[in-house]
């Protein structure tokens, strides 16, 4: 078995090996991964934090010995806290990284970073907080950075901020935690799931205060949420169907 890290500030994981192919994902900085098949320009690898599997280019990743993968897997994440920062090489170069970067493998990438970092668990109230960083971020299918989020890139990543693990996927962070059989008792920072029209849950977003939601839609943005779904208060209409909603912490 092999295994890496992500050397840079975000790498896309793709469906199938080929840059045509769809984005499923993204590595951010630090991230680490098992190499589980090389071919001549790309690898297939499962990353350690959610086990999602993809196709990523050899020359967009670092390889590391076993011993620096465990021990970096053995450790909680230490995560940048800002927006954007930067971690600096040996030779005083900058390379700028997005929030939620991981920096427990600067010693395999001889880097070093003096800024702000999250680490353990944070108490629930603190989700909310983590997710307004994120308002008006652009939605980007697969994206999981401030740059460029989807809908469950956003949840995972707003909850990893705060010491906790979600699967990559709406669906499959569907099914973690324990679900609430009325809005009335949600709390701010409990997940909210959506589906469609044949049932398949397709959407997730942050549940607030007083009926208030944050989630992905075109951006990150705040709105309405009623036992119908979403409500938009700009289009004037039900944007999202309920489907439940899930007390992870």
């Not at 192919?21 to 934090?49: N, T």
Request: with cysteine; aromatic share 8%; net charge negative.
């Amino acid at each position: 078995m092999q295994y890496g890290i992500c050397p840079l500030s975000i790498v896309p994981l793709r469906l199938a090996p080929s840059d045509e192919s769809e984005m499923v994902s993204q590595l951010l900085y630090g991230e680490h991964f098992k190499i589980l098949e090389e071919r001549a320009k790309w690898s297939r690898i499962r990353v350690a934090f959610d086990a999602c599997e993809a196709w990523v280019r050899n020359k967009q990743i670092h390889r590391i010995e076993e011993q620096s993968y465990i021990k970096i897997n053995s450790e909680a994440p230490l995560l940048t806290a800002d927006l954007i920062e930067f971690v600096v090489n040996e030779n005083q170069q900058l390379t700028p990284v997005p929030m939620g970067s991981q920096l427990n493998a600067n010693f395999c990438l001889r880097n070093t970073f003096d800024g702000h970092t999250v680490s353990g668990i944070s108490a629930k109230e603190n989700i909310v907080k983590t997710a307004l960083f994120y308002q008006n971020s652009p939605h980007l299918w697969g994206g999981k950075s401030p740059l460029g989020i989807d809908c469950s890139g956003f949840t995972q990543m707003v909850y990893k901020l705060n010491g906790y693990k979600l699967q990559r996927n709406a669906c499959d962070q569907a099914k973690q935690g324990e679900a609430l059989s009325f809005i009335e008792e949600s709390e701010a920072g409990d997940l909210v799931f959506f589906d469609d029209n044949e049932g398949i849950i397709n959407h997730v977003g942050i549940m607030m205060q007083d009926n208030y939601i944050i989630h992905v839609d075109e951006k990150v943005r705040i709105d309405r949420i009623d036992h119908s779904g979403i409500f938009n208060t700009e289009l004037r209409r039900h944007t999202h169907k309920l489907r439940v909603i899930k007390k992870v912490i």
